[in-house]
């Protein structure tokens, strides 16, 4: 998913390269360098919302290690599809599981 936003990212970077409303469009050159550019108080932001978003997802996703048998770490939850991340706008996703 990081990769992903990371692709889209340097696709909207090459094309509003100069005036977007971001860090006082001081970012420029081509997207490849753009992440050396950004500001150092961005990170912590940045880094806080995928660890958030990711411990969301880990907690949806996973039993509980201490509910686990020793011999079964790592259990998905029953009613957890791996990449469902019941997102679907668009309406996209077949009905039957």
Do not use: N
Not at 30 to 59: C, K, L, N
Not at 73 to 92: A, E
Request: glycine letters at 10%.
């Amino acid at each position: 998913r990081i990769a992903m936003l990371a692709v889209i990212g340097f696709f909207v970077g090459e094309k509003v390269e100069g005036s977007a409303f971001l860090f006082d469009a001081s970012i420029s050159g081509p997207a490849i360098t753009h992440i050396t550019q950004v500001p150092d108080g961005f990170w912590p932001v940045i880094i806080a919302f995928i660890g958030a978003y990711e411990a969301s997802r880990a907690e949806a996703g996973w039993v509980d290690p201490a509910d686990c048998p020793v011999d079964q770490p790592g259990l998905l939850r029953d009613d957890y599809l791996p990449g469902d991340l019941k997102f679907d706008p668009l309406g996209l996703k077949p009905e039957d599981d």
